[in-house]
Each structure stands twice: as structure tokens, then as C-alpha cells.
């Protein structure tokens, strides 16, 4: 059984450019579920997908946009980068709405 | 704006001691209190979780107390050792979109 997996491990952008951030759920898992987690803080919920459909979202801008493929991995899209965009964005796995969420190791990115 | 509230920020136990952390929730439509364990440059990882509708629950040296009437509940890690020393967090969900309300998180720190 493998575990969530998530690349690239580190990222540095700059302020206005787009990125994106992949993420390959674990085996058995339909649900992924994305964090941001700025410096010594809590992770935040950013949204989640549920088989390729937005299920809930939590207190981010439009520009902040996800997809979820039909293996169940996903993408996260950041367009117009912001400087407080830079954090560690953390993706979480589970089978449908089963409260066990499994996270990845988590992308690191700066923004300049 | 849905809350969890974590104490301490940062805690010294020594070796073989019990480490004690504590959290309060507002929401009452919560019904699963997680609790994750973190080290610098890794994702969070599930510890040990609660229901509501017991009281108290223990793996192996971790003992999850929960008060509901309170909207409490504590994590309580016996005998610590120094590969205890993480960043754990309470985290609190509830409802379809498996939203985790992450605590800011305590700075364990077991002295040898």
C-alpha cells in the first residue's frame, strides 16, 4: 500500500506567476483534500474532491482552483502568487467521507 | 468562524514524564476529534482520534481524554521520550465536507 505522495518537494516563484502543485492520493482512497500551512501554524482547509467534483471549500480566493483526476490524484492551481501565498501546501487522502485523512509530506513554496 | 483552541503553545517535559495537552471546540456538530503528530519538514500524521460518545481512549502511551459537556479534550502522552519531540495538533471535524479545524499547535520538547 502506498502512501500520499506529493511533488515538487520545494518551489520558489515569483509574486504574479501561476503554479501548480500535484498530488497522488493513497491506494484505495476517492477524496482529496487540500491544506495550506503558513509558518508555525495549524493547517488551514483550502478544498476538497470528492470523485472529480469540488466538495466543500474553505476561506480561500478563486484563485485557488483544483482538479481531481479519474485515478484520484489531484492538482492545485495557484494563479496571480501573492507573497502570503508562501507556505507548505499539504494534500490529504481518505475513502469517501471517512474522517481518516492520510497527508503527504507537503510542497514548500516561496514566493519573492 | 468555527475554532479550536490548543494550550500550550510550547512544552518541556522531561524523559519518562507525562506530557499533557489541552483543546477546547465551540462547534457542537463536531463529532470526530483527531489529533496529529508532526516533525519539522513532514506532514502531519493521524496519532490517535475520539468520538464524542466516549470519554477517554488509549493507544499504546497515548490517552485521549474528552469532556463533552465541556467541549474539552486532552491528549495525554505517558512515559515521553525524546523521539516524542514533534508539533502535535487537535483538529476537529464534522459534516460532509470532512473540513479538519486544525489547533495552532504545541511544540513538544522532551529533554533527554
Known amino acids: 500500500e502506498t502512501g500520499v505522495t506529493q511533488s515538487p518537494t520545494h518551489l520558489i516563484k515569483t509574486r504574479g506567476q501561476q503554479v501548480t502543485l500535484r498530488c497522488s492520493s493513497q491506494s484505495g482512497h476517492n477524496t482529496v483534500s487540500w491544506y495550506q500551512q503558513a509558518l508555525g501554524q495549524g493547517p488551514q482547509f483550502i478544498f476538497q474532491?470528492?470523485?472529480?467534483?469540488?466538495?466543500g471549500r474553505g476561506n480561500f480566493p478563486p484563485r485557488f482552483s483544483g482538479l481531481q483526476f479519474p485515478n484520484y490524484s489531484s492538482e492545485l492551481n495557484v494563479n496571480a502568487l501573492e507573497l502570503d501565498d508562501s507556505a507548505l501546501y499539504l494534500c490529504?487522502?481518505?475513502?469517501?467521507?471517512?474522517?481518516?485523512?492520510?497527508f503527504g509530506p507537503g510542497t514548500r513554496l516561496t514566493v519573492t | 468562524q468555527q475554532q479550536v483552541k490548543q494550550s500550550p503553545q510550547s512544552l518541556i517535559v522531561q524523559k519518562g514524564g507525562i506530557s499533557i495537552i489541552n483543546c477546547a471546540y465551540e462547534?457542537?456538530?463536531?463529532?470526530?476529534f483527531p489529533w496529529y503528530q508532526q516533525f519539522p519538514g513532514k506532514g502531519p500524521a493521524l496519532l490517535i482520534a475520539?468520538?464524542?460518545?466516549?470519554s477517554e481512549k488509549k493507544e499504546g502511551r497515548f490517552t485521549i481524554s474528552f469532556n463533552k459537556s465541556a467541549k474539552q479534550f486532552s491528549l495525554h502522552i505517558m512515559d515521553s521520550q525524546p523521539g516524542d519531540s514533534a508539533t502535535y495538533f487537535c483538529a476537529a471535524t464534522g459534516g460532509r465536507d470532512d473540513k479538519i479545524i486544525f489547533g495552532k499547535g504545541t511544540r513538544l520538547h522532551i529533554l533527554p
Open positions: 462547534n457542537t456538530a463536531f463529532d470526530y
Open positions: 475520539i468520538r464524542p460518545d466516549v
Open positions: 490529504a487522502s481518505s475513502f469517501g467521507f471517512n474522517y481518516e485523512q492520510y
Open positions: 474532491y470528492y470523485r472529480e467534483e469540488e466538495n
